[in-house]
Structures are given as C-alpha cells and as structure tokens.
C-alpha cells in the first residue's frame, strides 16, 4: 500500500469514528439518563440546585415497564429532566430502604424531593407523559418561585 492510500484510509477511519462518536451522542441525549440513589448523587443535586425525581421500581411491576417504554421515552420529559433534575431509578428490592421510607408509595412510584431530600411530590402508579410533564413542570416553577421568595 502506498502513502497516498494510507493516507486516505486513514481519513476514511477517522472521519468514521468521529460520525460514530456523534450519533453515541446523540443516542445518549435522547434518553433519560438514570442515576443511582447515593450520597453522591444527592450531593450532586445540592451542588447544582437540581430537584430529584426518583421511579420507585419493582421487578414484578409491569406498568414501571409500561412507563420506561413510554413516558421516560417521550423527548418532552427527557428534556425537562436533564434540565432542571437529577433522574433516579430505584428498584425496591435493590433499595428497600427507599420503599420503608415512602411506605404509601405503590409501585410505579414517581416521587420528587428537592436538593435537600424534602419531599415534595409522591405519586403513586403509572403516569402518561403528558401528564407527567406538567408535574415535573409544575413542580419545579413551585420549587424555583418558592426558592426566589426567600
């Protein structure tokens, strides 16, 4: 092989893995992007004045399945949550004391705290996007009009 086609292969592979690299990116952007319950993570929101949703999660639960493959799906609520939250995804079995300390919450179960781990909302059962957009929504121009007033 010559210089000139070594040359060209060469572009040929990287122009190649940069256009990879780019679609990763924005495969990654279009979904939710969960995060674990830890002490990392709820520092995390304290640091970025973020809310925190959790999905209280079984693994018998089929409408928490019904809600991953459709509301956490839907590019209005990925949106929402990479803008003003920190997206926690908890299976009850994984995190039981998440399930002991809602203890009224069914599964699924939408709960947003704020960066302080106050409770604000707790819902229990599935939730279509649009009705989850306007919580997530609502919740946070309460949380910011409220955290502006003081």
């Known amino acids: 092989m010559n210089d000139k086609m070594k040359y060209y292969l060469l572009k040929i592979i990287t122009v190649s893995l940069t256009c990879f690299a780019c679609i990763q990116a924005v495969s990654y952007a279009n979904e939710t992007q969960w995060q674990s319950w830890t002490e990392q993570t709820i520092e995390q929101a304290k640091q970025q004045n973020r809310l925190i949703l959790i999905d209280l999660t079984a693994q018998w639960c089929q409408f928490c399945k019904k809600m991953e493959q459709t509301t956490y799906?839907?590019?209005?609520i990925i949106e929402e949550l990479q803008k003003h939250y920190i997206a926690i995804k908890a299976d009850e079995a994984e995190f039981p004391e998440l399930a002991r300390r809602f203890p009224k919450v069914g599964r699924?179960?939408?709960i947003i705290l704020d960066s302080n781990g106050n409770e604000l909302v707790t819902k229990?059962?599935?939730l279509k996007p649009q009705w989850m957009l306007w919580m997530l929504q609502g919740t946070h121009a309460e949380h910011k009009s409220k955290?502006?007033?003081k």
């Open 147 to 149: 955290s502006s007033s």
């Open 73 to 76: 799906k839907d590019k209005a």
């Open 124 to 126: 229990s059962g599935y």
């Open 108 to 110: 699924p179960g939408t």
